[in-house]
């Protein structure tokens, strides 16, 4: 089972990707975090952002892993943890400038099919059902409206002790989602066959239910049409 969650930023994609893969007992790979992990290359590199012969170097260069680590997720890049380092705002910008490429996008695109082939797995972005696994089993797309994810932001970035104003972040979020969506390459964009959920004034625990739902759902059609009884008890047993 291949589950895509995509969606703008701030939507509350990572908290739900996360938390479905652990009740599912799925993997769990945050691809924005990969996006974010070569942008931190990219600079420490000293490359121009779009210089795509450099970028393409950079990215081949780059070996990104995930690691849980007592419920922890960690991004290693060549092996150093990177988790805290890719999310300042100074790399979410150059994130969003260096997934334009061409360069960039071709490479993670390989890397992140081949994560994902090992099966039962959540890819959480903004184009895996639509590019990265058009054939994925359960696509969802996550959403919210842009002064919601703003706050969200906001509130996020003020506990880490950043001095950031409500009305900038907002302003932010909005650009950002302006760029993924005009994209020329893998633009942000809603599968025809993503279920949409608005998590504007949900909870948590009620997106979580309604992705739930339907993953457990399509296992169990999948499991039947695989010859099972669908309860996941009698598939080898002979004659059942
Ligand atoms: O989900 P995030 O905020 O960590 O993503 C960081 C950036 O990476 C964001 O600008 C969009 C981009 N991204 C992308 O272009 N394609 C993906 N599959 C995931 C993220």
Redesign the pocket.
């Known amino acids: 089972m291949v589950v895509a969650i995509?969606g703008p930023?701030?939507a509350g994609?990572?908290t739900v990707a996360r938390m479905l893969a652990e009740r599912l007992g799925y993997l769990y790979i945050?691809?924005?975090?990969?996006?974010?992990a070569v942008a931190l290359a990219v600079r420490r590199a000293g490359v121009a952002p779009d210089d795509e012969d450099a970028l393409d170097r950079v990215c081949r260069g780059l070996e990104i892993s995930f690691e849980r680590d007592d419920g922890a997720y960690r991004v290693l890049a060549n092996g150093e943890d990177v988790s805290e380092a890719i999310r300042t705002p100074e790399i979410?910008l150059l994130?969003?400038r260096i997934?334009?490429r061409k360069a960039v996008?071709e490479v993670?695109l390989h890397e992140?099919r081949r994560m994902g082939s090992t099966g039962n797995v959540v890819l959480?972005?903004?184009?895996?059902g639509s590019v990265?696994f058009p054939d994925a089993d359960v696509k969802f797309f996550l959403s919210a409206s842009a002064e919601e994810r703003g706050r969200r932001r906001y509130l996020e970035l003020r506990a880490k002790g950043e001095d950031v104003s409500l009305e900038k972040t907002i302003e932010e979020v909005a650009a950002?989602d302006a760029?993924?969506e005009r994209?020329e390459h893998?633009p942000?964009c809603r599968a025809e066959d993503a279920l949409l959920i608005d998590s504007t004034g949900v909870s948590v625990e009620e997106v979580l239910r309604r992705m739930e739902r339907l993953v457990r759902d399509r296992e169990a059609a999948r499991r039947l049409s695989a010859g099972g009884c669908g309860d996941g008890f009698c598939g080898n047993v002979e004659g059942a």
């Open positions: 995509d930023s701030g994609k990572s945050d691809t924005g975090a990969m996006f974010r979410s994130t969003s997934s334009t996008r993670l992140q959480e972005g903004r184009d895996i990265v950002r760029r993924d994209r893998a942000l």
